[in-house]
């Protein structure tokens, strides 16, 4: 683990809080995957990166990631974060963890697992998923 991963990993924990997709996807690869599993396929490359980090936005403009640990690897981090905000006017909190794949200094691979049960309790729906396959 490096330095620059601990600053690669909260540089992107800050543009999440901020809720800015160009800044989030500037931080992957050309060809990386986003992967929100249980909701959709994965994603690839930073235009649908970007689509869908920003639909998620627009289905819960107040979402929020309270992280709890983080795991640094020489390849790789895990994080773990308890996610909240509002979905069709109702409020959600449910658990997260995030398994990033780094290559040169940026993230080639999020896989993203969420507690979709405890979720779906609270909001009613699951949430839709833009999921272009560029």
């Not at 994965?42 to 920003?54: L, M, Y």
């Not at 936005?57 to 308890?82: C, I, K, M, N, W």
Request: one cysteine or more; a negative charge.
């Amino acid at each position: 683990m490096s330095t620059a991963t601990q600053e690669l990993a909260m540089k992107y924990s800050r543009a999440w809080a901020e809720r800015d997709p160009d800044a989030i996807v500037s931080m992957h690869t050309d060809d990386s995957v986003f992967h929100l599993h249980n909701v959709a396929g994965p994603v690839c490359g930073r235009a649908a990166i970007r689509n869908a980090v920003a639909s998620l936005f627009e289905q819960s403009p107040d979402l929020g990631l309270a992280r709890r640990r983080v795991f640094f690897g020489t390849d790789h981090v895990v994080s773990e974060y308890e996610m909240s905000g509002t979905a069709g006017g109702k409020s959600f909190a449910c658990d997260g963890v995030d398994v990033f794949s780094l290559r040169d200094g940026c993230i080639a691979r999020k896989d993203t697992y969420v507690d979709w049960h405890t979720y779906l309790g609270q909001v009613g729906r699951m949430p839709s998923f833009c999921n272009p396959r560029a």
